[in-house]
């Protein structure tokens, strides 16, 4: 089994980046204000993640990267506004990979007691990823991306799922960071 720490997982990311940056680029150059400065801001959390390297396994690094190029397609090429599960999708897999990251640097100091107590772990990085869901639709209903109800409900349901996925694999990562603590000298 590869390490989610495996060198080619940040290689990816790297490539990744590229690409985001030019999907940057081709947003400013269709005028569109909104979709540039959210894809930019992506691209610079992205560069944080990377930057973070000793605290992240590399893998954290590319799916947020993944997150921020489907981001991507749906501003540059309007799949957001697409038939089909587009939006959904996104939002589901935006929210597991902010989730993911952010929840394992909030509770890293603290993996080593969570060693014994999965379930509250699970929950805790869970909980972590719903309210940053329930954020991200407030602040899409304040720039009035969204206007409907059912989205915004079915948003929130994909940000809970993507949330909770986020939870389970950060359990994974932790017993991999805390076996190999364990047996570093």
Known sequence: MVSTNWRGYRIAA???Q???????VVEMAQGNFQGTITLAGFLAASFAFVALDKLLPALFDLLFVVAALLNAGGWVWKLFYAPGPYDEIT??????SITLALGFLAYNSLLPSFRQQQILFVLAIASFGIAIGALWEIFEWLIRVINDLDDTIMDLVMDSLGATLAGWVSLQALKERTSASENTP
């Open 91 to 96: 939002h589901g897999f935006t929210t597991f």
């Open 18 to 24: 590229f690409i985001l940056a030019i999907a940057v």
């Open 14 to 16: 790297w490539v990744g």
